[in-house]
């Protein structure tokens, strides 16, 4: 069964998440990936044991994040700096589809890199450019990670409760955006190149994902002039709010259009005489007194398991769930159904559980297909298939240092 990116070929140059992730995500859907590392340094996400206080560390050294990274993909070592490292990677740029980088433009430079050099080896290429904060602008060559979107984009003052710091979300957030993101561009790319033939270049950022993430807050404080205030339980909008049961398990509830759904509601908690308070008669008015609703709606909440609840709302038709927690998600019967978890076996670690495709096709099925690769592990596969290099010049190019 062919999968969508069946007979594309991806050339990556790139480090820690945004960028790999990215193709990434292209192996799930059927791409070749070809991920080219520095001899003996490789990505820097390889060795990475721990961020802050979060672990990083597997068995034999490997590192989690590289792992998650770098799935689908054959890594092959050069050393681009050298002449003939450079010369073997314009080799597999000829015949490749996309080219990947998240280099600074200021190093893309230097190691003749750019869009304007590769193009010239394969017009066809659809050369995939990943930066922090974009290709224009002042701060177009600076650095950034994950957290420097959530920061920017003003996403950490999109969550947490009205009045707290900014909250920053774990983990990775602002980054698999501007993976999803850059594979999206990408293969739309692929798409106008089978249409009028020619290739192109794509610039992404994770500030511009992190940004398309908050659309509707941006649509909002620019088209109807309103700052979005952030979310404050006790005196929120009582039908878009989280309450707690008697197990100490939270659920959301998201009720609109709410004059529709107050009576069912009211019948679901078991309160029928609220629908008729005067205090909550109108949708305006719940919202207007939700102070004092979300406090009668938590008492009523508490008397309850979770389970009970998700039960009872599914029974009135009411839109609801668990608020899970990530060590929970494989128990969720619904995640499983749909594969969003999968059960994988990794060379390494054996049977494990992974993140799967976040959709379907009816044609195929997408998702991990080989565990990251070790440094270099297809070095001598791609240059010998690919470059149409011989044994013994891959060996004379290891000894130098090149490979």
């Given at each position: 069964m062919r999968l969508p990116l069946d007979g594309i070929r991806v050339v990556e140059c790139a480090i820690f998440h945004a960028g790999p992730g990215t193709s990434a995500i292209m192996g799930d859907l059927g791409a070749e990936v070809i991920k080219i590392e520095q001899p003996e340094v490789g990505d820097p996400i390889r060795w990475v044991q721990r961020i802050g206080r979060i672990p990083m560390t597997l068995a034999g050294g490997k590192s989690v994040f590289f792992e998650g990274s770098n799935r689908n993909k054959k890594s092959v070592t050069l050393n681009l700096r050298e002449e003939k490292g450079y010369e073997a990677l314009c080799r597999l740029i000829k015949d490749a589809d996309v080219f990947l980088i998240n280099f600074r433009q200021p190093a893309i430079k230097e190691m003749k890199l750019t869009y304007d050099e590769l193009r010239k080896i394969n017009p066809r290429l659809i050369y995939a450019s990943i930066s922090a904060f974009g290709a224009k602008g002042p701060d177009k060559d600076q650095g950034g990670f994950d957290y420097q979107g959530q920061a920017r984009s003003g996403l950490?003052?999109?969550?947490?409760?009205?009045?707290?710091?900014?909250?920053?979300?774990?983990?990775?957030?602002?980054?698999?955006?501007?993976?999803?993101?850059?594979?999206?561009?990408?293969?739309?790319?692929?798409?106008?190149?089978?249409?009028?033939?020619?290739?192109?270049?794509?610039?992404?950022?994770?500030?511009?994902?992190?940004?398309?993430?908050?659309?509707?807050?941006?649509?909002?404080?620019?088209?109807?002039?309103?700052?979005?205030?952030?979310?404050?339980?006790?005196?929120?909008?009582?039908?878009?709010?989280?309450?707690?049961?008697?197990?100490?398990?939270?659920?959301?509830?998201?009720?609109?259009?709410?004059?529709?759904?107050?009576?069912?509601?009211?019948?679901?908690?078991?309160?029928?005489?609220?629908?008729?308070?005067?205090?909550?008669?109108?949708?305006?008015?719940?919202?207007?007194?939700?102070?004092?609703?979300?406090?009668?709606?938590?008492?009523?909440?508490?008397?309850?398991?979770?389970?009970?609840?998700?039960?009872?709302?599914?029974?009135?038709?009411?839109?609801?769930?668990?608020?899970?927690?990530?060590?929970?998600?494989?128990?969720?019967?619904?995640?499983?159904?749909?594969?969003?978890?999968?059960?994988?076996?990794?060379?390494?670690?054996?049977?494990?559980?992974?993140?799967?495709?976040?959709a379907q096709f009816s044609g195929c099925k997408p998702g991990p297909r080989t565990a990251a690769p070790d440094l270099g592990e297809h070095t001598d596969e791609i240059l010998t298939s690919i470059g149409g290099y011989t044994k013994e010049e891959i060996a004379s190019m290891r000894e130098k240092g090149i490979a």
């Open positions: 950490m003052y999109s969550m947490g409760e009205e009045g707290a710091p900014p909250v920053g979300c774990q983990f990775g957030l602002a980054d698999q955006a501007t993976a999803f993101n850059a594979c999206h561009q990408i293969v739309v790319a692929l798409l106008a190149r089978e249409r009028f033939g020619e290739g192109q270049a794509i610039s992404v950022s994770i500030l511009g994902s992190s940004l398309n993430m908050l659309y509707f807050n941006m649509l909002i404080t620019y088209l109807a002039k309103i700052t979005v205030p952030r979310h404050d339980r006790a005196n929120e909008y009582p039908m878009r709010n989280y309450y707690k049961s008697s197990d100490d398990r939270w659920l959301m509830m998201t009720l609109t259009p709410p004059d529709r759904h107050w009576p069912p509601l009211c019948e679901a908690l078991g309160k029928p005489d609220l629908e008729k308070d005067p205090r909550f008669a109108t949708d305006e008015l719940r919202l207007k007194n939700s102070t004092e609703l979300v406090k009668i709606i938590d008492e009523v909440f508490a008397t309850r398991p979770l389970a009970e609840w998700l039960k009872i709302f599914k029974d009135h038709d009411l839109f609801c769930c668990a608020v899970n927690r990530l060590d929970e998600l494989h128990e969720d019967p619904q995640v499983v159904a749909n594969d969003y978890i999968i059960d994988f076996k990794h060379p390494a670690f054996g049977e494990i559980k992974l993140p799967g495709y976040p």
